[in-house]
């Protein structure tokens, strides 16, 4: 740590892009590793819950003053967007989806920043260079999502794709909804509440989907466990607290670079880990999808709009 402080500025901006890159663009794997014994919703719950009480107990120890009702009703609301609709769709979707491809239908959520922001925010409508960025996104998902497997069929799972695209508008919603209600004014402790409701959601829909009936502790594997253990810890507290240093260190818009190099690294990693298939397409698609997202974050007020995704959610990949 002492040697890490006497770096300078850039360099340590440098390794803090490395490690957001690195670790959110892992968490797609990590959460198709830790689901292939847990179930989602659950796995989910326990995930939030656990990094929750543990960034708010380090919050209260650091002086921070209790939430009011006001922002734990606020925090329920936010919650339910990010983590529940957002997050949980996404660990749901990738019992069929590749983590890969689910990656890349997430990178669509700065596409409906620039929506919301224009139709229900009624902002300033997008530049040509966004407008061109809104249409690639578009087709980049449609052609990623419209490939054939065997016989004919989509070589995906359209009900999961569907969801994936829920969750992404429900993340992008969420995000733009947060900045309107009370919330903490601590980063931490505005992430902490919304990691414990979205937690409690999380295992509530668990529990109405009926997957304790289905969850067996004893059958959870080593990788399941190192993978939940690895979201918590890394995913959810490290990942957190680099970024919201790098906000206030970095530019903007080079922080907001992570939006379209963690969709690659996903793909890389499900590919070399878990044999995921790339296909010709897929690369193609791939290489679009993020074009578009470079069209649209690059614009500083796109960007603006765009950090937040991680900050009250950087969660998704989440």
């Not at 733009?176 to 931490?188: E, G, N, Q, R």
């Amino acid at each position: 740590m002492a040697y890490f402080m006497r770096l300078s500025t850039s360099t340590k901006i440098a390794i803090g892009l490395g490690v957001i890159y690195i670790i959110w663009g892992s968490t797609y794997l990590g959460i198709r590793l830790a689901i292939d014994t847990i179930p989602p919703f659950i796995m989910s719950g326990i995930r939030f819950l656990t990094a929750g009480l543990l960034l708010y107990a380090w919050s209260r120890y650091r002086g921070i003053a209790k939430p009011t009702a006001r922002q734990w009703r606020s925090s329920w609301i936010v919650g339910g967007l990010l983590l529940l609709m957002g997050n949980g769709g996404l660990a749901w979707a990738e019992q069929s989806v590749p983590s890969g491809i689910a990656a890349l239908i997430i990178a669509s959520i700065p596409i409906w920043f620039v929506m919301l922001d224009w139709l229900w925010q009624k902002n300033r409508k997008p530049t040509p260079r966004v407008m061109t960025g809104l249409l690639l996104g578009v087709a980049g998902i449609l052609l990623l999502t419209q490939q054939t497997g065997h016989e004919g069929q989509h070589a995906f799972d359209m009900v999961a794709v569907i969801v994936l695209l829920i969750a992404a508008f429900a993340w992008a919603f969420g995000s733009v909804y947060a900045k309107t209600v009370d919330l903490p004014k601590s980063a931490i402790m505005s992430i902490s509440l919304q990691m414990l409701t979205g937690g409690v959601l999380l295992v509530a829909a668990g529990t109405i989907s009926g997957e304790w009936a289905r969850f067996d502790i004893n059958e959870v594997t080593l990788v399941s466990a190192g993978a939940l253990a690895y979201l918590i810890t890394f995913g959810a507290m490290i990942g957190f607290s680099c970024y919201f240093w790098l906000l206030k260190a970095a530019p903007a818009e080079i922080v907001a670079t992570y939006a379209y190099v963690n969709p690659v690294v996903a793909v890389f990693l499900g590919w070399m880990v878990l044999s995921e298939p790339v296909t010709s397409q897929t690369l193609f698609a791939s290489a679009v999808i993020i074009v578009a997202v470079f069209l649209i974050t690059s614009r500083k007020q796109a960007v603006k709009q765009a950090a937040p995704v991680r900050t009250s959610n950087s969660t998704v990949g989440r």
